[in-house]
């Protein structure tokens, strides 16, 4: 443990000695358990991360921010976004940068609000939500961009600040182009090393080692630059050695568009990789093991009618420290579904994400759906608009009973609910609310109201009808809220 900690332990030890605030206490004895559960209290700040949306002059970019309701939450709150500094103009006085003016100026919890920017010169944004703007704080980044590398609909939810980063399912192949984006939020550099992945291995480079991100600074890093080896799969690892920050991967293809890839859940033997859209013209599974031990596991599709095994794959091996891709076709046939990656043997640690392409021809469009955590107590997608949107919910377990809320628009409308039950091993592609009078866009919020683990994903279309262009985002857990350990007042340990 280290001497900070234990200085920290030792004070508030003190503390609550001499003020009486709390009291721990050894069991009484008498074998009756008179602990309270720990109470779930709205957080009270939040931290948002944008990356730079495009390096393309005709990039569109439309930001939607929104907090939902959150019962206990404070009555005074505000959110706000501002300009984080490409790293090559970091120490240049905040007047000589662009765009210092926020693109989007958050509202009051319940109310969606939406901003744009367009060009090339749109930097990141760093966000910050306190007292009833904090819980659940929402922020979706949608571009559109209409010719060249990368072409299509580009979607990322903007992400908290983290430490460590699992992203399978990039590339240094020929005909893309990939750049790992990073965001810092706090006062002081960040240090991070970034490390690639490809089917024989680590990737020898130094370029990505020891990556100094300044102080409410971005950066963007092109994965060719960091190792000259043309990889179809790759998995990029961002691990933190100082600090903390933002990471997401842009692949864009010549030929496929492209999209965000954001980061996998934590390496786990079990995965669910939610909402493939149903009219898959690709699927491409791609996998990593960040342990010793190779990785032996069972692949199934959550259909609507329950659990199906795919013919030719129904198993796959993912050695230790290699990445490993798989084609999966046009796996989902025209259903709704979910890949269920589970242990064939012994559960080894595993990060998984999906390439899904739609279209043929000259109008396909690609994107990607990393394994998600759950839905949890709540989740929340916004930027959904009237007929461009598809909500997929997966229970890949135990059946489950779920609530889905569709906020007022950024113009006007009025909130909407439906309940859905979802079978046991299936996944069902649901006929989402819609406000009442919708002007603009809107949120959908989705809670767990009874039985096993919900997984969700949100699919948005765009509005190119000569292009299948489309971006698919996950919905997890927004920790809204977080466990406070209850403490009682109890004078007499002074005495004591």
Known sequence: MKRTTLSLIACA???????????????????????????????????????????????????????????????????????????????????????????????APGTPVAGKATGADTPALIGTAEGSSAPGWTVQQTTEVAAGTGRGLQGVNCTAPDT??????????????????????????????????????????????????????????????????????????VGVRSGRLGAAVQALDDKTGGDWLTAAADPAGDLVLPGIPEDATAVRLVLFTPGGTD??????????????????????????GMTTGVDLGEITRGEAGSLVLTPADRSVPVVAAVRVVRGKGDEQESAFIPASDPVGARATV??????????????????????????????????????????????????????????????????????GPVHASRTLTGSDDDVAAFTVQTLSDDRGTVSVPNADEDLSVVQK
Do not use: M
Not at 47 to 71: G, H, N, Q, R
Not at 75 to 80: C, D, I, P, T
Not at 82 to 105: F, I, L, M
Not at 172 to 185: E, M, S
């Open 13 to 107: 030890t003190a503390l609550a000695a001499v003020t009486g605030f709390a009291a721990v206490s050894a069991p009484d004895g008498s074998g009756t358990d008179t602990a309270v559960p720990a109470a779930r209290l709205p957080v009270e700040r939040t931290s948002l991360l944008c990356p730079a949306p495009s390096t393309s002059d005709l990039a569109e970019t439309a930001y939607t921010s929104f907090t939902p309701v959150t019962k206990g939450a404070d009555e005074k709150g505000s959110a706000e976004l501002a300009t984080a500094e490409p790293a090559e103009d970091a120490g240049k006085d905040q007047k000589d940068q662009k765009n210092e003016k926020p693109v989007v100026q958050p509202k």
């Open 164 to 237: 460590e980063f699992w992203f399978p399912g990039a590339s240094t192949a020929t005909g893309r182009t990939d750049y790992v984006h990073l965001t810092n939020p706090d006062d002081s550099a960040a240090v991070v090393d970034i490390e690639l992945y490809g089917k024989d291995g680590a990737l020898k480079s130094t370029v990505g080692e020891g990556v100094t991100v300044p102080p409410h600074g971005s950066e963007s890093l092109l994965l060719s630059t960091l190792s000259d080896v043309k990889q179809t799969d790759l998995t990029v690892h």
């Open 295 to 320: 990785a032996d596991l069972k692949v199934r599709l959550a259909s609507p009618s329950g659990l199906i095994t795919p013919a030719g794959h129904e198993t796959v091996h993912v050695k230790a």
């Open 382 to 451: 916004a930027d959904n608009r009237a007929k461009s949107t598809t909500l997929a919910l997966s229970a890949p377990g135990q059946a489950a009973k779920v609530k889905v809320t569709a906020s007022a628009g950024t113009e006007g409308g009025t909130t909407a609910t439906k309940t859905y039950t979802v079978k046991a091993g299936t996944t069902q592609n649901v006929d989402a609310p819609v406000p009442a009078g919708l002007k603009g866009s809107y949120a959908l919020t989705v809670e767990t109201v009874s039985g």
